[in-house]
């Protein structure tokens, strides 16, 4: 149980296109979804906290007019990168909640973004 | 700021062979501390975790301890096995947010035959 997948699990965009990562629960139904970058040899980065039907919740330094998150219901998160350029080319890993508690958390084996 | 500090690797050993990968935090408060597991094409697993000072985390034989005087949370397994070949996530949470996860950077661990 408690499997979260993403897709693709690897894009290659050109630069100024936008390009959409799925997350879903696929056995559960998550309160919380969370998305995270990652950089190499760098750890995962806390993007953004969204719960299903509110506005996603950005950290400091993340701007929002470009990773759009949309939570429309309790098993799919979406993040939209908008305008790509180079340097948005990382590792987009999600996950989703089912509790209050940080451990109640599962991953997304992640998507791998490439920006030419 | 809140952060976790992890020993760089990769870490290779043999088969059989005692692990030990260093972790050490910085927050303020109490926060609860983890390992996440990764293996190759798959998603962060939990691995152990502890919310307490002293508290010992333990699974598939690893085993961390949450060290307050010394703020670390340091994984060790007496015998590693091929098969625990991954990337392991020291992290925390409960600081600024009480659902939220700060991770090191991750350590790869390879184990030879």
């Known amino acids: 149980g408690a499997v979260v997948s993403q897709h693709p699990s690897r894009v290659i965009c050109k630069s100024g296109t936008s390009v959409k990562i799925e997350c879903r629960s696929l056995d559960f139904q998550a309160t919380t979804m969370f998305w995270y970058r990652q950089f190499p040899k760098q750890s995962l980065m806390l993007m953004a906290t969204s719960n299903e039907g509110s506005k996603a919740t950005y950290e400091q330094g993340v701007e929002k007019d470009k990773f759009l998150i949309n939570h429309a219901s309790l098993t799919l998160s979406t993040l939209t990168v908008t305008s790509a350029h180079p340097e948005d080319s990382s590792f987009y890993i999600c996950s989703a909640g089912t509790g209050t508690d940080a451990y109640e958390q599962y991953f997304g084996p992640g998507t791998r973004l490439t920006v030419t | 700021g809140n952060s976790v500090t992890q020993m760089e690797g990769p870490v290779t050993l043999s088969e059989e062979a005692f692990l030990t990968i260093n972790c050490t935090y910085t927050?303020?408060?109490?926060?609860?501390l983890f390992w996440y597991v990764q293996y190759p094409g798959e998603g962060l697993q939990l691995l152990l975790k502890a919310t307490k000072a002293d508290d010992k985390g333990s699974n598939k034989g690893f085993e961390a301890t949450y060290r307050k005087e010394t703020t670390s949370f340091h994984l060790e397994k007496g015998s590693v096995q091929v098969s625990d070949s991954a990337v392991y996530f020291c992290a925390l949470s409960g600081v600024g947010g009480y659902n939220k996860l700060i991770f090191g950077a991750g350590t790869r661990l390879a184990v030879h035959p």
């Open positions: 927050a303020t408060g109490y926060p609860s």
